[in-house]
């Protein structure tokens, strides 16, 4: 059925009453340690099994329409979550390892079907105790000389292991520490020798011992445990000169005979170094005994007889033969592997230097002063006489640390309210260098930097003088502190800072007046919005606080549904109690936030009820019943429209006459003088002036007249314009006696073509035809005047 124009201009503005705006989505932010909303700061163990439940999204939209959750990773990440669409259950799809990536980014987002928000989430992987300790720097070998001072610094191994925590800490112990001849600091894994206990390469040239690295034990899977390690250093023993010489073959016997000529050898003395592994040259000389009648090879030994046999005093000589005795062998006693003397066997006398042999343990932080022993023994005398001498090494700092700060990121959570200038949090960051070097300056940057300033000693982090902050514009800023020492070495760390929602906002209606249809069974529903960020703040109540009468309507307190009560269920039972009886309520409806103070507002309601029944009439059907107790009601609507009607016809008409009259103008009728013929008896005139009046406008149409040059310009479409019809003959020069005199008739009738099946009756007393008529008038009163002239 065709609407007419009233209809769907009505119908139009009841769709537009009733749109409602779609508000998107949100999450809910439950803040540190929650398990269920937007994963702000959310941590995860990385031993947690695959296809744990381990976080629920959770969000709401305002206008309660269900909502569905998703979650994306980048395409060069892996996707180690899934998400239930539904119910927004995170389950975790692929195994964790906090060594590989410490920090999982992943978009989480939540859509009512029409809008769609997205978040970007960062998921931290805490530790568990899964990495065994493992050692660097292996195999682990070294040379030491078989003189080392008890005591004295070996080697030092070490292990790592990438856990942090305790169970990323390692200690050293030895796997037989009874049995050998070596310590191990449990903590630097520096082994020494036992004190007491000494190295003879003579005996041993050789230990091997096993070193065991332990981590600090942790949780794993929920039980405790320890992993392990071990290694094997290897210590070969070098040979140093701390054996006497031994001859061979003693005793020694020579001869010398009546013939012996002066400088023939007598014997020969062999000796062997006892120092098997690295011997030395055996010089040999004669203490006593020899009263100048033999003499010995200092290189060889042998000895011979520089006397003739005849001179020699006594017939036999008891020879004494030693080797050199001014050798001996220099060494520093203090803290071992870090110097060396150079040379370390000296022959009477030599220049001693002292050189860096192992730069990596020479560290200002710990010993700024190193002092040692010069300690000189004899080499091949029994009495092994000896000789220190102090050596102290001052130690001077240098730039060799980076400053680093006391934690990786920093949490803190400061009121929406906070005035410019108020502290956030401090960071801190220790260089321990001295002097400048340990100087250390703090700056930060990044995107969420804007708003804050710090202290670039103290490391006080502050909000900027002219910060506004705002929960429900930006709720959490993320940013990075920066540690600096002069020479630009630097470390970062990372700030996290969430503003917690202060109760600043009142819980707004859409509008404050409000008219909703309420179909007979069915709630209507209103709704407020508090633009707090956080819960229990944004969190609205809502409570009917005025009607007349009461005890009719309920409201749920927390979706803001209005329903009629359990008792009322016909529109005959509301018709007796409504104001007025045309089943319209106003109500004022209260919505009031959880927060402290609490804020509200109010708005007024129009409720129309009806049933399905009426719901489901025609528009005019449905508007009779609704009035059928208000007539006056009825008939004010229907006038309203039929006053919309007849204006618009008013102006359509209005503007097709005047463009009628600009293109439909009758040019001035050129007068020519001809001999009348007879007239004609009146009576045929009187025939032609009889039309009946009701069809005047269609019957009478303009004709162009052939003898006439008079023409009309208008053009309807590709139809022939309108023909004004022969005017009629002229009146008798001599009327009948008693007859009246004669005029011209009036006549009415359209200028538009003919066309019976379309066009309407004309209307009488329409503008339009007013003017067709007093312009026909005035052509047919020129026309009699001019026909006048033929008398």
Not at 569 to 577: E, G, K, P, Q, V
Not at 639 to 665: C, D, E, H, P, Y
């Amino acid at each position: 059925m065709r609407r007419g124009p009233a209809a769907a201009l009505a119908l139009g503005l009841l769709r537009l009453c009733l749109a409602q705006a779609n508000f998107a989505p949100h999450f809910f932010d439950n803040g540190v340690g929650s398990t269920n909303g937007n994963m702000a700061l959310f941590s995860l163990p990385e031993d947690t099994p695959v296809g744990s439940h381990v976080y629920t999204l959770n969000g709401t939209d305002p206008e309660g329409d269900p909502v569905s959750y998703h979650i994306s990773f980048d395409p060069s990440a892996r996707s180690v979550f899934s998400v239930d669409p539904n119910f927004g259950n995170i389950t975790l799809v692929e195994e964790l390892d906090r060594e590989r990536d410490d920090e999982i980014e992943a978009i989480i987002s939540i859509s009512d079907g029409v809008n769609l928000v997205a978040e970007k989430v960062t998921i931290l992987v805490t530790d568990a105790n899964d990495e065994a300790p493992s050692f660097i720097q292996e195999p682990y070998v070294v040379q030491v000389p078989e003189d080392i001072p008890t005591g004295s610094s070996i080697i030092t191994v070490h292990a790592v292991d990438k856990d942090t925590g305790s169970g990323g800490s390692v200690t050293y112990f030895l796997q037989n520490m009874h049995a050998t001849k070596f310590t191990l600091d449990h903590h630097s894994g520096v082994l020494r020798l036992r004190p007491g206990a000494t190295l003879d390469y003579e005996k041993a040239r050789a230990h091997f011992v096993t070193v065991v690295a332990k981590d600090g034990g942790g949780r794993l899977r929920g039980a405790d445990v320890v992993f392990s390690a071990t290694t094997t250093v290897t210590v070969n023993v070098d040979d140093m000169q701390d054996m006497a010489p031994v001859f061979v073959g003693t005793p020694y016997y020579g001869y010398v005979y009546e013939d012996t000529l002066p400088g023939s050898e007598v014997l020969m003395v062999v000796a062997m170094d006892g120092d098997r592994g690295k011997p030395n040259q055996i010089l040999y000389s004669l203490l006593n005994g020899s009263d100048g009648a033999f003499e010995i090879n200092e290189t060889s030994g042998v000895i011979s007889i520089m006397q003739s046999p005849a001179q020699l005093r006594r017939e036999v000589y008891e020879l004494h033969v030693q080797g050199a005795n001014a050798k001996f062998n220099l060494r520093l006693v203090g803290p071992g592997g870090i110097f060396r003397v150079v040379p370390m066997t000296v022959l009477n006398e030599a220049q001693v230097t002292i050189i860096v042999e192992n730069s990596a343990a020479i560290d200002f932080e710990k010993f700024k002063v190193l002092t040692f022993k010069l300690l000189a023994i004899e080499v091949n005398t029994p009495e092994k006489f000896s000789s220190t001498a102090d050596v102290v090494i001052q130690l001077l700092d240098t730039n060799d640390n980076v400053p680093k700060f006391t934690s990786h990121y920093y949490i803190a959570r400061i009121p929406e309210n906070a005035p410019g200038g108020s502290n956030v949090v401090a960071v801190t960051a220790v260089d321990p260098d001295t002097g400048p070097w340990g100087e250390v300056k703090y700056s930060i940057y990044g995107s969420g930097a804007d708003p804050f300033l710090i202290h670039p000693s103290t490391g006080i982090i502050y909000t900027q003088p002219w910060a506004s902050l705002d929960a429900e514009a930006t709720a959490r800023y993320n940013f990075y502190v920066k540690a600096e020492d002069m020479e630009g070495k630097y470390s970062l760390a990372e700030v996290f800072v969430t503003l917690l929602d202060v109760n600043d906002h009142y819980p707004q209606f859409g509008k404050s007046f409000q008219e909703k249809t309420m179909v007979l069974g069915t709630p209507v529903k209103i709704e407020a919005t508090d633009q707090d960020a956080e819960e229990p703040n944004n969190l609205v109540d809502y409570s009917i606080t005025h009607a007349e009468p009461a005890n009719v309507f309920d409201i749920d307190a927390h979706t803001g549904e209005i329903r009629l009560k359990n008792s009322i269920r016909s529109l005959d039972a509301l018709h007796n109690i409504t104001p007025g009886g045309d089943f319209t309520w106003s109500l004022e409806v209260q919505a009031k936030d959880r927060g402290s103070p609490s804020f509200s507002t109010t708005a007024l309601l129009k409720i129309d009820i009806t049933d399905a029944e009426m719901l489901s009439r025609s528009p005019m059907a449905t508007f009779l019943m609704q009035t059928k107790d208000n007539p006056m009601k009825a008939v004010g609507v229907l006038a309203g429209i039929m006053a919309i009607i007849v204006a618009i016809t008013v102006l359509i008409s209005t503007a097709t006459f005047w463009r009628n009259k600009k293109s439909n103008k009758v040019l001035p009728v050129r007068r020519v003088l001809r001999k009348r013929p007879s007239p004609a008896p009146r009576a045929v005139r009187i025939e032609w002036l009889k039309f009946r009046r009701t069809k005047a406008a269609a019957k009478f149409v303009l004709k162009e007249d052939p003898s006439n040059e008079n023409c009309n310009n208008n053009s309807l479409g590709s139809t022939l314009p309108p023909k004004v019809p022969a005017p009629p003959p002229p009146p008798a020069m001599a009327p009948k006696m008693g007859a009246g005199p004669w005029t011209v008739p009036t006549v009415s009738g359209s200028l538009a073509p003919q066309q019976p099946q379309r066009s309407p009756k004309p209307q009488v007393g329409s503008p339009i035809q007013s003017a067709l008529v007093s312009e026909l008038r005035q052509k047919f009163e020129k026309k009699s005047e001019g026909n006048k002239a033929y008398f």
